[in-house]
């Protein structure tokens, strides 16, 4: 950090003295030089396009579009196709979005201020609803909703100047809105400041949205949509890309050590608004709301429902990198959480080392398909033991690992061991009652007595509490056997929870 402070030593006075291009509240602010160059009375029109027409570059999340790398204004088209697809939100959960572009979120848009942009909004003939496109990066009415109300089968057009430099939201208006919105119809729209930005080494397109589902949390199978709980603004998934495994496992941001990071973050909500974090980083710059000033030396910052930040760091030791909402229960219990893997050579003076990955993220860190293939065999009728022990496995892992540890083996005095344990005897109904409900009091394991608490774990599904019972039943030489979806759901019918756990 301390080039960082240098460059603010520096700047400062440059600021006071009211020049300079280091000063912090000048860099993005372009619209009064652009009044001096253009000669028109409207900031940020710099005149007709000039040159032949550009077809705009989309990208797919979490690709960026080049710089335009332009110094004229230009004429660009913009075909967005907006199709509704079922895509996975989670391993083994499936959605049906609505998307711009085929993904969530939709494609990313970068042109220049000052450009004239020609926007086509073509709605996929196998669509059901009726689409629009509201761009805050648009000055007229509904930011072309007014304009682009497309049916199935159909294409809307319009045109617009980019008046305003700034990273904007684009989302859709059809009514009913929010539902449009919590399906995923949102994006991000980069209109360049004239002189364009600073060079970096890599940059990142990343937006949250809030899910609402008729399904609990990572409960297996197709989870359609639910009106009550988006009105009650209690969602189930809160999501970055749109699925937990969109940045997650094989599929995390990557970048070198000594490198330049940018990440364009965006928040669709509909509802929530994000406390974006990177846990292991601090913002070195963060244009606040997608706009003008920049902050600097940030660890949060807040993006509200329907606004962005643009966000860079530089990376200087390797490690994972992860990326959350934090309010912390949307980052390890609705799967608002990302990873970026940063690989170099460590600096030992600016970070001494021992990777926690593991226990922090628990299972995220751990890849859930077992899980998915387990809840498919459930589906298929096929479903074997093997396919719960490996299920099991995965979700004990971060689960019951952090108290029972990796080997099961527990911590003398504090946690009883699950290897070897002559609790096992008691039965599935007594070991099912146990993970739902919690225990307390007085224990006796193997002859030693605890006296300790385990927290009620009832926000498990019945198949992550059938699965994991069957692993541990059949790990670390205990005596076997298998414990079912329908034992669990009995146990769990059957029983009152305590005030305060999950159902
Ligand atoms: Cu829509």
């Known amino acids: 950090m301390k080039r960082h402070l240098l460059a603010l030593a520096i700047a400062i006075p440059l600021a006071l003295a009211g020049c300079g291009r280091d000063n912090p509240n000048a860099t993005l602010d372009t619209r009064d030089a652009a009044k001096d160059t253009s000669g028109s009375a409207t900031p940020g029109d710099f005149g007709p396009p000039q040159g032949e027409p550009i077809n705009a570059i989309l990208t797919s999340p979490p690709l960026v579009p080049p710089a335009t790398g332009r110094t004229a204004p230009a004429k660009v088209v913009v075909n967005l196709e907006v199709k509704e697809v079922d895509m996975e939100m989670s391993e083994g959960v499936t959605y049906t979005f609505w998307t711009f572009g085929g993904t969530v979120p939709g494609s990313f848009i970068r042109v220049r201020q000052g450009d004239t942009v020609e926007f086509h909004l073509n709605n996929h003939p196998d669509s059901k609803m009726p689409h629009n496109i509201d761009l805050h990066g648009v000055t007229g009415p509904g930011g072309g909703a007014a304009s682009t109300f ?89 999501l970055f890309n749109g699925s937990e495994s969109a940045l997650t496992g094989d599929n995390a941001l990557k970048a070198n050590v000594g490198e330049s990071v940018r990440m364009y973050v965006g928040n669709g909500g509909p509802n929530l608004i994000s406390s974006f974090h990177v846990i292991g980083e601090i913002f070195d710059k963060v244009w606040f709301e997608g706009g003008t000033k920049y902050q600097e030396n940030v660890q949060t910052t807040l993006i509200p429902a329907g606004g962005a930040a643009i966000t860079e760091f530089r990376t200087e030791v390797p490690g994972s990198y992860v990326l959350v909402d934090h309010s912390l229960f949307r980052a390890f219990n609705k799967g608002a959480l990302a990873i970026m893997k940063v690989e170099g050579e460590p600096n030992l003076e600016i970070y001494s080392g021992k990777e926690v990955d593991s226990t922090y993220l628990g299972d995220k860190a751990a890849s859930l398909a077992p899980v998915a293939d387990a809840a498919a065999a459930f589906a298929a009728g096929t479903l074997t033991k093997e396919d719960q022990v490996k299920a099991g496995e995965a979700l004990f892992a971060g689960t019951c690992s952090t108290c029972h540890q990796p080997d099961g083996k527990g911590m003398a005095g504090v946690f009883p061991p699950l290897a070897g344990s002559d609790y096992l005897a008691k039965g599935n109904e007594a070991l099912v009652n146990v993970v739902l409900n919690g225990l307390s009091g007085p224990v006796t394991v193997n002859g030693q007595d605890y006296n300790s608490v385990m927290p009620p774990m009832s926000q498990l599904t019945d198949d992550e509490v059938a699965n994991i019972l069957t692993y541990v039943k059949n790990s670390w030489g205990n005596g076997g056997g298998q414990v079912t979806k329908e034992e669990v759901a009995r146990v769990r019918a059957g029983t009152e929870r305590s005030e305060g756990a999950a159902h």
């Open 150 to 238: 497309t049916a199935p089968g159909h294409s809307s057009q319009f045109t617009f100047k980019a008046l305003n430099a700034g990273l904007y939201v684009y989302h859709c208006a059809t009514a009913p809105v929010g539902m449009h919105v919590a399906n995923g119809m949102y994006g991000l729209i980069l209109v360049e400041p004239p002189e364009g930005l600073p060079a970096v080494d890599k940059e990142f397109y990343v937006m949250q949205g809030d899910f609402y589902t008729t399904s609990k949390y990572r409960e297996k199978g197709h989870a359609p949509f639910d009106m009550q709980r988006a009105i009650d603004e209690n969602p189930t998934y809160v």
